[in-house]
Nanobody
Framework: QVQLAESGGGLVQAGGSLRLSCVGS????????MGWFRQAPGKEREFVAN????????DYGDSVKGRSTISRDNAKNTVYLQMNSLNPEDTAVYYC????????????????WGQGTQVTVSS
């Protein structure tokens, strides 16, 4: 079955940076809009960013806009999320997701999900 595997999470101090990666397998990766979401304890899953299959169109959630960059390498079946100027409010599990038909911000529209990677930002 389709697999999405995130990596790159960890513990970082406030003001630091992290680069998350997500590798897809058993799907035609280049046909999918790829998204990043996050979920903190006790909160709903939140849209972070997505990137269309061409890589030329991106969208960001308000909480990360200006501090994060999403990119993809279709030859490697990989999507990246570079996050800078991290703060404790960024602490969450970050999920990678694939959406074949859309490009929206709603988690319900995404077809496949990874298991998530924990990002913890200390103050």
């Amino acid at each position: 079955q389709v697999q999405l595997a995130e990596s790159g999470g960890g513990l970082v101090q406030a003001g630091g940076s992290l680069r998350l990666s997500c590798v897809g397998s058993r799907l035609v990766f280049s046909r999918y809009t790829m998204g990043w979401f996050r979920q903190a304890p006790g909160k709903e899953r939140e849209f972070v960013a997505n990137i269309r299959w061409t890589g030329s169109t991106t969208d960001y959630g308000d909480s990360v806009k200006g501090r994060s960059t999403i990119s993809r390498d279709n030859a490697k079946n990989t999507v990246y999320l570079q996050m800078n100027s991290l703060n404790p409010e960024d602490t969450a599990v970050y999920y990678c997701a694939a959406d074949l038909l859309g490009s929206g911000r709603y988690a319900s529209s995404y077809d496949y999900w990874g298991q998530g990677t924990q990002v913890t930002v200390s103050s």
